[in-house]
């Protein structure tokens, strides 16, 4: 006794100085504990209502074998086996063995069914024994929830998500990423769980401890029709031309919302998918696109105007020790500004600029400060790519860099804020912030609203904007996208080819350049903003913005206003129209007129033609071949019908 005595205390020392911290960190992991049960996330909906993102609940059933009555385990293992044999198409024999065995060797814990949804899973909870719940009938369920997209492929970058690693990194893309925390996620609730072994984690009870709380829904700007047009567009050309990535955003002129977004690059294997959202992250050099902003700087402070004569020379022109050069073969010689901006002469703009702001160049940078572009939109979708502009002082700036910027390079834009100044011009120099989402809701009750916000209420004087307007009608009726001229559909906007990696030592071997379209539709009253921006087309097939870009501009325009439905206020219903009263009228006399005599109806619609017949006074029986407009009758007119009569109509 004295020897036991001793075991015992020695053993009580033993557990509680030399293996306590190993049996406290069990405590700490104990065997019961309040799983979290993620919330809902919340659906993200298109400005009409179609669904966009959506969380679809996935359930795993399984079944504790152990912790029913013997009298009920007996009494529903037959009439349970069937049900799961009905419902996989295994046989009962097979899922009976499989409960009773589990049964047996105390397992807790036997899966029937994975990944099932929620139709599939009332049918469970309605089988023999599992309707009795967790206690007796061993119900076991999991759910966990799958984001679901509708569109597929379409814009899913931009539509975004919210994705964690296995080291708890969280990766936040998209209008989903920008407003998860805030409004999609929801909060979580609590549910007490009992470890089994094997990590499985089994539900103490029917019910919930917490119950979880489904995130907010988000109505988005985005036109699904428009999504649609502007992601083939855009698809169509990239496989055209091999090129490396792209996007197109397509603008509401008024409000700033955006109705379409994609970006859009390619892999390995050829195939094109959405890897980054380029449009609002890529900030590049934006070429010829630029020389909008240039000219409007140089008219807003009058050293120049629409007719002001510059000469090009013969298509090359040396500035401090650095040669420029035009697209035109043997220049365009003495043109002015207007034309100038037409053609999108190099040479031309940067002598203007540099002729009127080399002394001061400040007053230039100062008009795109005014304008905004030195600094990002604040758009809520994150990674907003970071402009780039040179200022005097900067390591990049140099004599060159003025006359550079010109053109459009030695400095860096987005294609979001490009297109942002070209809504502003379109939108009579009103600059609204580009929008991605409308409301907020909870069911049909609004939680948050957004609404238009403006970033600078006049760009410039009226006169500027009338002559720049002008010049980018004009540069689609007779300049670089002239090609793009249609006589039916009007178009404003400007072409831009840059080039890029040029600092690269292949870039003479391997030619690399970036096509845009920047612009407005239409030209009169725009309704949209588009840019179209292309990476690194083949050269072998094209590289210039006019055949490239353009191209997928005009096809998101035209198809815009022809494929997308149009909704309009009917003010009254009470609208006559003479034809359509005639014919009523005539039909109206011929049912009053013959009941039981044969009618004419050579030349009606073959169903009214049935309807009239039908619906004598005598039964008779009607035989229609074909269909459209009666040609032929069997029974002539005015002949006396009896009942049971079969005839028969010839209609095409």
Not at 47 to 72: C, E, F, H, Q, R
Not at 488 to 493: D, E, Q, V
Request: charged residues 25%; proline residues 4%; contains cysteine.
């Amino acid at each position: 006794m004295f020897v036991f005595g001793f075991a015992v205390l020695f053993k009580l020392f033993s557990i509680q100085y030399l293996q306590g911290d190993k049996y406290r960190a069990l405590v700490e992991t104990r065997d019961v504990q309040n799983i979290t049960i993620p919330a809902n996330r919340g659906n993200v909906y298109s400005d009409n209502g179609g669904l966009l993102a959506t969380s679809i609940p996935k359930y795993n059933i399984a079944i504790d074998a152990v912790v029913s009555p013997t009298k009920k385990f007996e009494q529903f293992i037959k009439p349970l086996s069937d049900s799961l044999s009905k419902y996989s198409g295994k046989s009962s024999a097979y899922y009976e063995k499989s409960i009773r065995k589990a049964r047996v060797n105390k397992n807790q814990y036997l899966l029937l069914a994975k990944n099932i949804n929620y139709t599939d899973y009332v049918r469970f909870r309605n089988f023999p024994l599992l309707e009795l719940g967790a206690i007796p009938g061993g119900l076991i369920v999991s759910q966990k929830t799958k984001r679901e997209f509708p569109m597929g492929a379409i814009a899913q970058r931009s539509i975004g998500y919210e994705r964690f690693d296995d080291e708890g990194n969280v990766t936040r893309a998209g209008i989903d990423g920008a407003f998860g925390v805030k409004y999609l996620r929801g909060t979580d609730g609590k549910r007490l769980k009992q470890k089994i072994g094997k990590n499985k984690w089994k539900p103490l009870t029917d019910y919930n401890q917490v119950e979880p709380k489904d995130g907010y829904d988000v109505y988005t700007t985005i036109d699904v029709n428009i999504q649609d047009i502007a992601h083939h567009s855009l698809l169509g050309q990239l496989e055209y031309y091999e090129a490396e990535h792209g996007c197109v955003v397509v603008m509401d002129v008024k409000t700033g919302e955006i109705k379409a977004i994609s970006n859009l690059a390619k892999t390995k294997s050829g195939e094109y998918y959405e890897k980054r959202n380029y449009a609002v992250w890529e900030s590049h050099e934006p070429g010829s696109t630029f020389k909008v902003m240039a000219v409007m700087a140089a008219l807003e402070d009058k050293v120049v105007d629409t007719a002001t004569v510059v000469d090009t020379k013969k298509g090359s022109k040396r500035f401090y020790g650095r040669t420029i050069y035009d697209s035109h073969h043997g220049g365009f010689g003495k043109i002015s500004v207007a034309r100038a901006l037409e053609v999108s002469s190099n040479i031309a703009l940067a002598t203007i600029i540099d002729e009127n702001y080399s002394k001061k160049p400040e007053k230039f940078i100062d008009h795109i400060k005014d304008w905004g572009l030195d600094k990002p939109l604040g758009v809520s979708i994150k990674g907003e790519g970071d402009p780039d502009i040179p200022e005097p002082g900067d390591k990049k700036w140099s004599r060159n860099a003025l006359p550079s910027m010109a053109y459009g390079y030695n400095l860096s834009l987005t294609p979001l804020q490009t297109l942002t100044f070209y809504n502003a011009i379109a939108n009579n120099g009103e600059m609204v912030k580009p929008r991605f989402i409308k409301a907020v809701k909870e069911f049909d009750e609004e939680i948050e609203v957004f609404e238009k916000e403006v970033i600078n209420k006049k760009i410039c004087s009226d006169k500027t904007l009338g002559e720049i307007k002008e010049i980018l009608k004009n540069i689609v009726v007779r300049g670089t996208a002239s090609k793009l001229y249609s006589p039916n559909f009007s178009m404003a906007g400007k072409t831009g080819t840059a080039q890029t990696e040029y600092w690269m030592k292949d870039w003479k071997t391997n030619k690399r350049y970036i096509s845009s379209f920047a612009g407005y539709f239409p030209a009169e009253n725009p309704k949209y903003s588009c840019i179209v921006i292309i990476h690194k087309p083949s050269t072998k097939k094209g590289y210039y913005g006019a055949d490239v870009t353009g191209p997928v501009f005009k096809r998101i325009a035209q198809k815009i206003f022809t494929d997308t439905p149009l909704i309009d206020e009917v003010k009254s219903l009470d609208v006559k129209v003479a034809s359509v009263e005639k014919e009523y009228n005539q039909f109206y006399e011929t049912t009053k007129t013959y009941k039981t005599i044969m009618p004419n109806v050579v030349g009606l619609p073959a169903m009214d033609a049935l309807a009239l017949l039908e619906n004598m006074d005598v039964k008779v029986k009607v035989k229609l071949n074909g269909n459209g407009v009666v040609k032929e009758q069997s029974v002539n007119k005015s002949t006396k019908l009896k009942n049971n009569q079969t005839v028969t109509l010839k209609a095409s």
